[in-house]
């Protein structure tokens, strides 16, 4: 397809813009007329109740779902009928909430896949692709912007669970990405390997613009520079962190349900 661009100066404009997005299961509105714009450079932090829409709002940008209505704008290029691998090469990456990584490879063979996909290399994979310094090099340089260049050896089943999180951070970023979209990334850690994600992001948000979806609200606390909150669907607040904190209406909806003072049961996410 032929990319619309908008005049807006690049200095000027978001790096992303989604404008009007919708998305319905059923009767369920998932993602219900959602305006969001993401300046270079900014990690913005999308938190919610369950069933707010989070996890269906991020595979709508990373083109994993195909809106029912709206558009999605980045870079000043319309991407809204692009497919998950055009929007990875353009530059968006994502991790998922729940770990998918190739269990019998080693964390660098797993890493050598990223560089292939990102490359346009065919998966020639057992042969030429483990000496390829063209691929080899920045495969170990992902493993060790995370942490994990004493790891690379070792097989994924074998990595702790906060390993295989880190790893997961590590393929996204072997994409060499403009934007990443992470969704839960303490997913099923332990303190301390909460603290290390929050530290690694804490380094990577001065690298790469990041949209964060995350239920601990001490690491997005920690992280954000900017918070959306959603309640079935909608955004009902853009703000500083601080800001987000003070609003009544935010913890009505969400915060306050996070620390216990609103007993109704959570609606569980649609696909």
């Known amino acids: 397809m032929t990319e619309a661009r908008t005049t807006e100066p690049r200095a000027s404009r978001p790096l992303l813009r989604a404008s009007g997005l919708r998305k319905a299961f059923g009767a369920v509105q998932a993602c219900d007329g959602v305006e969001l714009e993401i300046a270079s450079g900014e990690l913005r932090a999308v938190i919610g109740p369950n069933g707010a829409g989070k996890t269906t ?5 990373a083109g994993e779902l195909k809106p029912d209505a709206g558009q999605i704008v980045f870079d ?7 497919a998950a691998p055009a929007r990875a090469q353009a530059g968006l990456a994502r991790s998922y909430q729940i770990t998918s990584l190739f269990p019998r490879f080693t964390a660098l063979e797993n890493a050598l896949l990223a560089v292939q996909a990102r490359v346009g290399h065919a998966f020639r994979f057992w042969r030429p692709a483990a000496g390829d310094p063209a691929l080899i090099e920045p495969a170990r340089a992902a493993l060790a912007r995370v942490g994990l260049d004493g790891r690379a050896e070792v097989p994924v089943a074998a990595l702790a669970h906060g390993e295989q999180r880190q790893l997961e951070i590590a393929l996204a970023l072997a994409t060499r990405p403009r934007l990443l979209l ?4 303490t997913a099923g850690m332990s303190r301390e390997e909460t603290q290390a994600m929050v530290a690694l992001l804490s380094g990577l948000k001065r690298e790469v613009t990041i949209v964060l979806i ?27 962190p601080e800001a987000i904190r003070k609003d009544a ?3 009505a909806a969400y915060l306050g349900e996070e620390e216990g003072s609103d007993d109704r049961p959570a609606r569980q996410e649609s696909p």
């Open 57 to 61: 709002l991020i595979s709508l940008l």
């Open 76 to 82: 000043g290029a319309d991407i809204t009928a692009l």
């Open 182 to 185: 992470l969704d839960e990334p």
């Open 249 to 251: 209406e935010v913890r």
């Open 214 to 240: 995350e239920h601990d609200m001490d690491a997005v606390f920690a992280l954000a520079d900017s918070i959306t909150v959603l309640v079935y669907g909608r955004p009902i607040a853009t703000d500083r």
